[in-house]
C-alpha cells in the first residue's frame, strides 16, 4: 500500500495531457461556486481507478461533475455535523469524568476518526453510486479496520507535502502579484494547488478503497497479449486477440452496471468475458504458454470474484426487499 501514497503525488504526470488539463483545472479551480465541479471531477478520476484505468486523469464535464460535486459537499457538510455533534458529547462527558485540559487532544481525536471515515465513505459512494453508502457505518467500520493505518499514514504525508507545497505557492503568488500583467499568474497558482490536492486525494481513495475491500480493479492485467509461442501460429494469434479484446470490452460496462444496480446485467456481461477468458486459456494452454495462462488465470478469479458478489448482493436484496 506504501507505493500508492507515493504514486498519488506524482499520479497527474502519467497524463500526457495533464499540462493541458493542470491549466484548465487550475482556472476552474479559483472561480467561485463553479471549483465545487472539481469535487465531481474527483468522483470521475475514482471511477477511472475502479476500471483499472491508471494512467490517465478524467476529461472536464463541468455541468455534471458540478452537480456530483454540490452532492459531495452536501454530504460532507452533514458528515461534519454529525462528527461535531459527536465531538461535544465527548467533550461534555469528559468534561465532568476529567477536571484537566484535555480538550483538545479529544479534538485532535475525534477529527482523525472523521478523516479516516471521510476516506472510505466517499470512496464507498462513488464505487456503489448510492448516498445512502456514506452512512453504512458496519460496512466503513469493516473497511476501515483493513485501511487505517495506511489512512493514517497517507493524512500524515499528505499534509506535510501539501503544506510546504502551499507555502512554496503563496509565495510565488505573492512574487507575482507585485506585478499587475502577473496577477492572473498569481491567481491561477492556487487554483492549480486545488486542482492537484483533488487528484492526490482522489488517487489514493480509490486505491486505499480497493484494498480496503479485497478487489483489484477491473482489467487486463499485466500480460494480456500473446508471446512468441503463440504468435508462431497466426490462427491461434487471431482467435487469441479477438477474444481478449472481447473480454476487455465487455467488463467496463459490467462494472458499471453493478454500481448502478443493474446486477442481472453485470451478471451477463461478466459471465461473457468469462466465456472468452476461458477460450483463450485453452489456446494459451495448447501452445504452453506459462506466462499467458498465470495472467488468464488471474484474470478469470477477478471475474468469478465479480460475479458472486453480484450474485450475492442480488440474493440479499431480494431478501431485504421480502422483509
Not at 492526490?200 to 480496503?212: A, I, R
Not at 477491473?218 to 473480454?247: Q, R
Request: net charge positive.
Amino acid at each position: 500500500m506504501i507505493e500508492y501514497i507515493w504514486e498519488s503525488f506524482t499520479y497527474i504526470f502519467k497524463d500526457k495531457n495533464w499540462k493541458k488539463k493542470l491549466v484548465k483545472g487550475g482556472a476552474i479551480g479559483v472561480i467561485p461556486l463553479l471549483n465545487i465541479s472539481l469535487l465531481g471531477y474527483m468522483v470521475d478520476m475514482i471511477t477511472l481507478i475502479y476500471k483499472g484505468k491508471n494512467n490517465e486523469l478524467p476529461e472536464f464535464d463541468i455541468s455534471s461533475q458540478f452537480i456530483d460535486g454540490f452532492k459531495i459537499s452536501a454530504v460532507l457538510f452533514v458528515y461534519f455535523i454529525l462528527f461535531y455533534i459527536l465531538l461535544i458529547v465527548i467533550l461534555g462527558i469528559f468534561s465532568v469524568i476529567f477536571k484537566d485540559n484535555i480538550f483538545s487532544v479529544i479534538g485532535i481525536v475525534c477529527f482523525a476518526i472523521f478523516m479516516l471515515f471521510m476516506h472510505i465513505a466517499f470512496s464507498h459512494y462513488i464505487y456503489t453510486n448510492k448516498i445512502s453508502s456514506f452512512f453504512e457505518f458496519t460496512t466503513l467500520f469493516r473497511i476501515l479496520k483493513k485501511t487505517w493505518v495506511n489512512i493514517l499514514i497517507f493524512d500524515i504525508i499528505y499534509y506535510i507535502i501539501m503544506g510546504f507545497l502551499a507555502i512554496a505557492i503563496y509565495i510565488m503568488a505573492a512574487l507575482f502579484s507585485m506585478t499587475i500583467i502577473l496577477i492572473p499568474v498569481a491567481i491561477w497558482l492556487l487554483g492549480a494547488f486545488y486542482y492537484y490536492s483533488c487528484i492526490v486525494f482522489g488517487y489514493f481513495c480509490g486505491k486505499v478503497y480497493l484494498e480496503g475491500i479485497n478487489k483489484k480493479p477491473i482489467t487486463m492485467g499485466s500480460k494480456v497479449l500473446p508471446t512468441k509461442t503463440v504468435s508462431n501460429n497466426n490462427k491461434d494469434l487471431n482467435l487469441l486477440n479477438s477474444y481478449l479484446l472481447g473480454a476487455k470490452e465487455l467488463l467496463p460496462g459490467a462494472l458499471d452496471d453493478f454500481r448502478n444496480n443493474n446486477l442481472n446485467d453485470a451478471i451477463k456481461k461478466w459471465n461473457k468475458s468469462l466465456e472468452y477468458y476461458k477460450k483463450a486459456e485453452k489456446i494459451a494452454k495448447s501452445n504452453k504458454d506459462e506466462e499467458l495462462i498465470s495472467s488468464l488465470n488471474n484474470n478469470i478469479k477477478s471475474v468469478v470474484h465479480n460475479i458472486l458478489d453480484a450474485k450475492i448482493k442480488l440474493v440479499s436484496d431480494k431478501i431485504g426487499g421480502m422483509v
